[in-house]
Nanobody
């Protein structure tokens, strides 16, 4: 069965760091573009970062560029989001997302809560 399981969320102070992980199984991870989305209370889900299948290209939302880094390890079927210099505005549920244009499939994780607060 297909699974995307996020971990690493939690409570952190402003200026702190967290590293999110998303472990994938049940599909050919190395052929999928992986992304992180987030959704804050009362707001729309937004794209945070994207990384192509062999890490050729990364893209970031303007709000996180320079602070967040997306990476992946295809041997471990895992995508990461390193979040530094966290701000209260980063508080949200963070979701792992995979997409294959080749297979025409999209998968979502269940989300992990990130709270940035003093």
């Amino acid at each position: 069965q297909v699974q995307l399981v996020e971990s690493g969320g939690g409570l952190v102070q402003p200026g702190g760091s967290l590293r999110l992980s998303c472990a994938a199984s049940g599909f050919t991870f190395s052929r999928y573009t992986m992304s992180w989305y987030r959704q804050a209370p009362g707001k729309e889900r937004e794209l945070v970062a994207t990384i192509t299948s062999s890490s050729e290209t990364t893209n970031y939302a303007d709000s996180v560029r320079g602070r967040f880094t997306i990476s992946r390890d295809n041997a471990k079927n895992t995508v990461y989001l390193q979040m530094n210099s966290l701000k209260p505005e980063d508080t949200a549920v963070y979701f792992c997302h995979g997409r294959s244009s080749w297979f025409g499939t999209v998968y979502w994780g269940q989300g992990t809560q990130v709270t940035v607060s003093s």
